[in-house]
């Protein structure tokens, strides 16, 4: 089955402990991206990524960062989080850009401490 | 800088009535428009992508309008039912032709009362 998939689902953590959220498609996309969703602000893209090892930021970047090592994963770490990191986070891939349909996984709701 | 308005956060419909919700956006004309549907606690799913030279496209109930010179979609559900409630997002590239950047509006909550 073509799916995108996030580990872990939840996750409760403390301020300052780094931590990975795991993004994997079995669709050969080439465009992966990371989104938080806040209640009022709507879906906000963090990072994505054109192809292996091309990565750029979206819109709020700030406290994460991502690596494309491989065409089927794209990780998001945090490395020190923060409690306003706090968010629902969704992981998104397409075969090549944005005119392609965006195919989101089933995210990870995150709790800092 | 560009801005992405769904003019209802929330509308409320009577079962088989149509729904009709609106995107607009400022500045420039974006290539294409896409339309998706969130359920609670769940990723979005794509519904709908029209591109700048198409007026109108349908899908099933579904009908997406694009109007470049109003800098505005319209999303029409037909013969709404209560499975149709569910939050809607329009999306479109917010930085200009040719950039990877994809950018949501936040939604309009339809709820479609029986």
């Known amino acids: 089955e073509a799916q995108v998939t996030q580990n872990p689902r939840y996750l409760i953590t403390v301020t300052g402990k780094k931590l990975t959220v795991t993004c994997s498609q079995n669709m050969n996309h080439e465009y992966m991206s990371w989104y938080r969703q806040d209640p009022g602000l709507g879906l906000r893209q963090i990072y994505y990524?054109?192809?292996?090892?091309?990565?750029d930021k979206g819109d709020v970047p700030e406290g994460y960062k991502v690596s494309r090592k491989e065409k089927r994963n794209f990780p998001l770490i945090l490395e020190s989080p923060s409690p306003n990191q706090t968010s629902l986070y969704f992981c998104?891939?397409?075969?090549?850009?944005?005119?392609?349909?965006?195919?989101f996984g089933p995210g990870t709701r995150l709790t800092v401490l | 800088s560009q801005k992405i308005e769904q003019n209802s956060e929330a509308l409320n419909i009577q079962e088989g009535k149509t729904a009709t919700l609106t995107c607009n956006y400022t500045n420039y004309s974006p290539a294409y428009l896409q339309w998706y549907r969130q359920d609670p606690g769940r990723g979005p799913v794509f519904l709908l992508l029209i591109r700048e030279n198409e007026k109108e496209k349908r899908k099933e109930r579904l009908k997406v309008t694009f109007d470049t010179t109003l800098k505005q979609s319209l999303f029409h559900i037909t013969a709404s039912q209560p499975a149709d409630s569910a939050t809607y997002l329009c999306?479109?590239?917010?930085?200009?032709?040719?950039?990877?950047?994809?950018?949501f509006g936040k939604g309009t909550k339809l709820s479609v009362i029986p």
């Open positions: 990524s054109m192809n292996v090892e091309v990565t």
């Open positions: 998104a891939s397409s075969l090549q850009g944005l005119s392609d349909t965006q195919y």
């Open positions: 999306a479109l590239d917010i930085t200009g032709a040719g950039s990877y950047q994809l950018t």
